[in-house]
């Protein structure tokens, strides 16, 4: 028979810094958070010496030829030319170095990009850019690595980029290193959401934005206090007949990214929690695009059709007595750690494509312990810059990634943009293996 308190009781061998506590009351739970915490900052510190900051990245010219869209040779030839093109000549090579190559900052690399890869779109000036949300009321899917994979991926097709992270839990935050613990609610959507009458009430996100330590990435930063906005938003709505006759809760964001963000940046990338909430149908209101990772698995296609049907019914509720109906550029769906070792991934991939359709994405990202080694020491396959595992593992990873971008660039221009461009064929590095 269980003891009357053993449900109170800690784990029978607690953690040391732990032994003191007789019960798991609130001062045991605090305590283990901070005893965890410190346990995973310091695997995070471990792996970005020096000072737990991300390391600047340094493309070499065969890397940079990759993301100018040039074969080795001709981008040796137009290296020569540096000076003549008036664009970065790089850092010579350290003089031990077994093959001599100039290597290039991310802010060079991006000034190549720019100017010499033949798929680099400069937006027109007054054209907005594209607002792509990525959601999924199922947790752990891959949201937050696609959302800030795919935003680094664009940056290094020559694109601006805001991140926006509405997730109190704030990983999309941490992989753009900085301390979601640190965050301020003015660097998050917070002001937007307060009521009118609050001090800190803003409708714009000019003074929300930071940057990154990711050249052409700016970021709105999530916090656990973006809880707040869940309780906001439903209050405004109801006092709204006297404040601010015809508000919409769900428009918040949108007005904001009309008022600068969208003609600012060329993508604008939002990570949503896995819930379905005042927050996150602002996220869906605000976007252009749409973008669900779906795992091959069962119950999470099931509830990925789910998804779609609590979607509209709330939107549509929230649509009563009147309103601008909402239309997307596009949605698509992405199959997410996918495992090709298990026996009904292909089946179950099938079924996705049945359901569908066109709407699943030429792109798939596979699991991948490139990208599960990266999500503990808070890297995306673009951060890595040696992978301690196979060449092979990482280069599927990094490849899938790629795709994913081209496929999702690839929509916005067509869609979005009214673009003629041709779709871009999904490249892939056969393994056949789980890796
Ligand atoms: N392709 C992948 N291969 C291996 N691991 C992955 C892959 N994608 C995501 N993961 C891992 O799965 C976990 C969940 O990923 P992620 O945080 O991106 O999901 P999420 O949908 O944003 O979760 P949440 O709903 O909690 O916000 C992380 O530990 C991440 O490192
Ligand atoms: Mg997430």
């Known amino acids: ?95 031990k170095e077994k093959t001599p190559r100039r290597s290039f900052t991310h802010e060079e690399a991006l000034q190549w990009i720019r100017a010499v890869n033949e798929n680099y779109f400069k937006r027109p000036v007054g054209v907005p850019g594209c607002t792509i949300t990525i959601g999924n009321f199922k947790g752990g899917v891959g949201k937050t690595i696609a959302a800030t994979s795919l935003a680094q991926a664009l940056t290094l097709m020559g694109y601006k980029v805001l991140c ?35 001090e800190h009430y803003r409708d714009t996100l000019h003074e929300s934005i930071q940057e990154t330590y990711w050249p052409g990435l700016d970021l709105v930063a999530g916090s656990p206090s973006l809880f707040g906005a869940e309780f906001m938003l439903p209050m405004r709505q109801m006092n709204a007949h006297r404040l601010e006759p015809g508000f919409r809760f769900m428009e918040v964001l949108t007005r904001a990214l009309d008022k600068g963000p969208r003609q600012e940046y060329d993508y604008i990338i939002i990570d949503t929690p896995p819930a379905i909430s005042y927050v996150t149908l602002n996220a869906f209101w605000a976007c252009d695009g749409i973008l669900m990772p779906l795992p ?54 099938e079924i996705m494509r049945n359901a569908y359709g066109a709407n699943l994405l030429n792109a798939e990202l596979p699991l991948s312990s490139a990208v599960s080694v990266g999500g503990t020491t808070l890297a995306t396959v673009y951060d890595i810059q040696k992978y301690v595992g196979s060449a092979k593992t990482y280069q599927r990873a990094r490849v899938a990634f790629d795709n994913l971008a081209a496929q999702v660039d690839y929509l916005t221009r067509t869609r979005k943009w009214g673009e003629d461009v041709k779709e871009p064929k999904p490249a892939f590095v056969q393994t056949g293996r789980k890796s």
Not at 175 to 182: F, G, S
Not at 302 to 309: E, P
Not at 334 to 340: E, N, W
Request: glycine share 4%; net charge negative.
């Open 164 to 198: 926006i992270d509405l997730d109190p839990q704030g990983s999309m935050t941490s992989l753009m290193d900085v301390d979601k613990l640190e965050v301020e609610d003015e660097q998050t959507i917070l002001p937007l959401a307060r009521s009118v009458n609050d």
């Open 1 to 95: 028979m269980l003891e009357a308190n053993a449900a109170t009781k800690p784990l029978t061998e607690p953690h040391p810094a732990l032994s003191k506590y007789k019960v798991v009351d609130l001062d045991f739970i605090e305590k283990m958070e901070a005893v965890a915490s410190a346990a995973v900052d310091k695997v995070r510190e471990n792996a970005q010496e020096p000072e737990g900051k991300k390391p600047p990245l340094v493309f070499n010219a065969t890397q940079l030829a990759g993301l100018c869209g040039k074969s080795p040779t001709s981008m040796a030839r137009l290296l020569e030319k540096a000076q003549e093109l008036r664009l970065p000549t790089g850092l010579p090579p350290e003089p």
């Open 296 to 349: 091959a698995e069962g119950l999470d296609l099931l509830s990925s059709t789910r998804f779609w049907s609590m979607f509209t019914t709330l939107a549509r509720s929230a649509l009563k007595g009147g309103g601008t109906p909402k239309v997307f550029s596009w949605l698509a769906l992405v199959p997410s750690k996918v495992d090709h070792t298990k026996a009904y991934t292909q089946f179950n991939l």
